[in-house]
């Protein structure tokens, strides 16, 4: 049973972008294809559309040789394609077994024996009368691969499916989906991780900006091949010159304790460590296991007890972010639109917002637009925002462009400490590469950064030294040269 | 003093139907917020009720048809906004403020005409058998088909969301309606029927007031029996046995306070008044304190419009 899947001249057209321009592309049954593409590049409007979730404004998808009309995610169920999507369309406050079977036509009984079967044929372990709230992230994948299986699919999409996922859990996704394909289910694999692509897929689909760039074979590429083809441009790879680092103490934590309230972020247990001038220090780990608990107490959104945190000589453990600004830390959160920025405001008004007390932006109260404009233009010109508009809201900037000047408002006062929490979350690989070259640049002018992390690659390249966090728990500090990738993913999983 | 125990039977009994408006509109508005819609129109739509059921009521003569009329009416309102928010997306908060607004309006302006007109008897069930059980004879029998049924409802309603495919969905779409609408539910579909229910219990509701409970227009007779029960709603965190309890303390000291103010014990009638308002809600919150429960049952799309892009 050979199944082929074919796209023919797809266009979809946004207001102000193209995001998929006459994209034509063949499936056959039996290989894994990969669609690389930058964040941006049109990959997931393109599988949107194969899954229904999207409408083409032109163009026509077939399925062994059937025209599918494909108006609603049903009518790409009924017709044997799965998606497993990038954020999970799952119902986190409802059981595993509800969230199967709610689209699902068999009756319970049924329904629990074929996916007793699944589970035991791809060695899945998963409780399925727990919420789903309490499942990691790759449980959770596993939840949605299973929604699909049970409906027998013949093709199975998979959107930037390890984002979420440990080195360990990645490597059992990548035999799961092997055997799915020897199976016959047709794969597609949607990522920008290069690596991913050449040890997974048979096949390579590039897009940039919408178009498809080139359709190769796997084993005519390598690495520095597809990543020219996904930039459009010669990439030059950044290095980090790993000096000898001052001895001179900047910031020690000591014995620093979180408990929460809220039973769904993760206590903080016995966080000890110190950072020395002109020194990075990465903190790696799975998401959820306290790094953004960390990064509260560290920038003062949770205050702690005065003499846990030691900066510059100063107790600071009890000040708020705004008064620890003042003590020259500057700190860049995970969420550039909720938490960095306010997505309503303008540029220029953003900028002034982690800048109250020490400068000259207001006088008696009263808010002084010039120089917080000129200020502004500043940060502009200097970290290489692309616009010249400071009215505009910050809604509108794209990720690489809000993180930029995100970085720029902070380091703009010249602080000794930047804390970080994953600043390139989300950007395309131009905008990665200068946020890399602007936190190399920090150490080197002997200021320190404290960079929270999921991002394995970044960590190696940007640290010194590095802590792997895992249930609110920092494991030993380690000097970067001696860690391997291999190494972190265990101590990411909990093993010691 | 001798108290018969058949007099407590019947002080039960009057607390139980003082509920029974609360436990109509408060199960409808729960599974119009389960569905992740906010509305705050319940006292709009429950007065809306209530005049169109007694006017029914004197206009044909017919219970019946006064009963099912006071649903329907409940359900035009309220398809009013759910067209406003979730076809033309408008602030759930704003449209359900404006709805009881609304609601308490019209209802005068129509109620005018029907002021001090006698509302006719409803019949009640198993009359005979009151006397038969001591104590649980006037708590048991001779009442409403709609007393009955408002205390079936918080039971139904739960083995509608826990244990039916339907139930299932709605809590879908208020967990999350991105992810809903992903696998192919149609959420404005789901959002809309679980308003129009929300409107044809909280129009139940009113009617059980102006033909049964008290059988009579009086303006503005709801009295903010409607905010109560949005506040049962939410402060039983979205569980309908727990509404039950609110409803029935609620019920109580409504009635407790009244025979305290008629014996003359020396609280301020104000303070009296307002302590069924505290009292529920102190307990509610009491009961309800299991933050892991809360979050289980708290629709995650409460008051979020929902737009499909495509």
Redesign the interface.
Known sequence: MNTNLKILNVTKIYPGCVANDNVSLEFNSGKIYALLGENGAGKSTLVKIL?????PDEGNIYLNENNLKLN???DA?KNDIGMV?QH???????SVF??L???SDDERESLREKIDTIMKKYNFSIDLDI?V?NLSAGQKQKVEIIRCLIRSPKVLIMDEPTSVLTEQETSELFLSLKKFSEEGILIIYITHKLKEVMQLCDEVAVMRRGKLVSVSEINNENIESLANKMVGQNLKTIKKKKTKTSSDQLIKITNLNFTS????ETNLMDINFSVNRGECLGIAGISGNGQSELFQVLSGEIISKKNSIEFNKNYIGDLNPQERREYLMAFSPEDRLEQAAIPQMKIFENVALNNFKSSNFFNNGLINENKIKEHSKKIISDFNVNTDNIELKSQFLSGGNLQKLIIGRELITSPDLLICFNPTWGLDVGAINYIHETLIKINEQNKSIILISTDTDELLKLSDKISVIHKGKLSKIMNSEEVTSEKLGILMGGAN | MIIDINFIGLIIASIMASAVPLILASCGELITERSGVLNLGVEGMMIIGAISGFALMTVTGSLIIAVFGAMLAGVLISTIFAFLTQTLITNHVATGLALTIFGIGISAMIGKNFVGIPGKEFPVLFEGLKDTIPLFGPILFGHSIVFYFAFALPFITSYFLKKTKIGLIVRAVGDSPESASNQGINVRLVRYACILYGGAMSGLAGAYLSMIYTPQWIENMTGGRGWIALALVVFSTWNPIKILIGAMIFGGLTIIQFHMQAIGVRIPVQFLTALPYIVTIIVLVVISRDSRKIRLSTPSSLGKSFHKDN
Do not use: Y
Request: charged share 20%; hydrophobic share 45%.
């Open positions: 899954s229904g979730v999207i409408i609603s995610p049903l169920k999507f999970f369309n799952l119902f986190e406050t409802l509800e969230n079977i709610i689209d919420p709230l309230e809220d039973p769904f």
